[in-house]
């Protein structure tokens, strides 16, 4: 099982990224899979989750309005768009997959998780 979260980059505010989190070794919309964000003496942030099958979609107050996740079966990816960014949303961001398929804002309940990806929203 491996995770890949990629897309991360320097970005002005007021503008937009994609990220992505390409899954391997099992089908996309088995697991619930979640975003979360770190920055530096801080705790990981659960940001948005895109449950199993349904793909019923949570996100955290601070990025509801501007954050969208979006599943691709076919492409076996979740992504991450993040519109109107402010530069409180700078942070490391992880995709990470939950054995329990349905979403959950703590780290501790996802299994697998893809390496960071560097998002900067400064000018």
């Known amino acids: 099982v491996q995770l890949q979260a990629s897309g991360g980059g320097l970005v002005q505010p007021g503008g937009s990224l994609r990220l992505s989190c390409v899954v391997r070794?099992?089908?996309?919309?088995?697991?619930?899979i979640g975003w979360f964000r770190q920055v530096p003496g801080k705790e990981r942030e659960g940001v948005s989750c895109i449950s199993s099958g349904d793909g019923i979609n949570y996100y955290v107050d601070s990025v509801k309005g501007r954050f969208t996740t979006l599943r691709d079966n076919a492409e076996g990816t979740v992504y991450l768009q993040m519109n109107s960014l402010k530069p409180e949303d700078t942070a490391v961001y992880y995709c990470?997959?939950?054995?329990?398929?349905?979403?959950?804002?703590?780290?501790?309940?996802?299994?697998?998780w893809g390496q960071g990806t560097l998002v900067t929203v400064s000018s």
């Open positions: 070794g099992f089908r996309v919309d088995y697991y619930a």
């Open positions: 990470a997959a939950t054995f329990s398929r349905t979403c959950s804002p703590h780290m501790t309940d996802y299994n697998f």
